[in-house]
């Protein structure tokens, strides 16, 4: 079973710029969330999606954006990029049963470098 | 006070030896808790899941769940030095985010 993958693994952009990153999540995970790692700061979420609506939403401002497509994969769009948004990007799915948020299993991220 | 606290470390422990690694949550309506380890530069990789009270053994790896004091706790046996990295606490409630502490670093010294 194919996991969790993630592209582009490694980007550079200049301030400014916008970015998109793309993760496919494991077949028949529904829920894909986003997270923000950059060193010393620890997993930041960033939001959730299941079934085409963000469900979950983090406290990052309006330039970092998602959206999930029907067959579950999901981008995550960066706007006016600042040398701030450095991180590893990490998309992760999993697969919710009933009420119950069951194991998430991540990708290997996207290292963004902004200079 | 953050929802998911864990001590940064580091914590050394002898290779052979038990590693206690211990979380506190904040949200008593908390369902779901898990255990991951993260090597440096890499992804964040599961080691174990539970959701109810007690223990949980996985191998040389044991999650204990106490939601009466809210604490959970992961315990590796005979540890190894490539046992050697960050290990995260995550907690979610239904259908909220899943939370993620800020890790323990453990080092297990040869």
């Known amino acids: 079973k194919a996991g969790v993958t993630q592209t582009p693994r490694y980007l550079i952009k200049t301030r400014g710029q916008q970015v998109t990153l793309s993760c496919s999540p494991i077949s028949g995970h529904r829920s894909v969330s986003w997270y923000q790692q950059t060193p010393g700061q620890g997993l930041q979420f960033l939001f959730e999606y299941f079934s085409e609506t963000q469900r979950n939403k983090g406290n990052f401002p309006g330039r970092f954006s998602g959206r999930q497509f029907s067959n579950s994969r999901s981008e995550m769009n960066v706007s006016t990029l600042e040398l701030g948004d450095s991180a590893l990007y990490l998309c992760?799915?999993?697969?919710?049963?009933?009420?119950?948020?069951?194991?998430?299993?991540f990708g290997q991220g996207t290292r963004l470098t902004v200079v | 006070q953050k929802e998911v606290e864990q001590n940064s470390g580091p914590l050394s422990v002898p290779e052979g030896a038990i590693a206690s690694l211990n979380c506190t949550y904040s949200?008593?309506?908390?369902?779901?808790f898990f255990w991951y380890r993260q090597y440096s530069g890499k992804s964040p990789e599961l080691i174990m899941s539970?959701?109810?009270?007690g223990d949980k053994e996985d191998g040389r790896f044991t999650a204990q769940l106490n939601k009466a004091s809210q604490y959970v706790s992961l315990l590796i046996r005979d540890s190894q030095p490539s046992d050697s990295a960050t290990y995260l606490c995550a907690v979610s409630g239904g259908y909220q985010k899943v939370t993620f502490g800020t890790g323990t670093k453990l080092q297990v010294i040869p």
């Open positions: 949200d008593r309506g908390s369902q779901s």
């Open positions: 992760a799915s999993s697969l919710q049963l009933g009420q119950m948020n069951t194991e998430a299993f």
């Open positions: 539970i959701y109810s009270n």
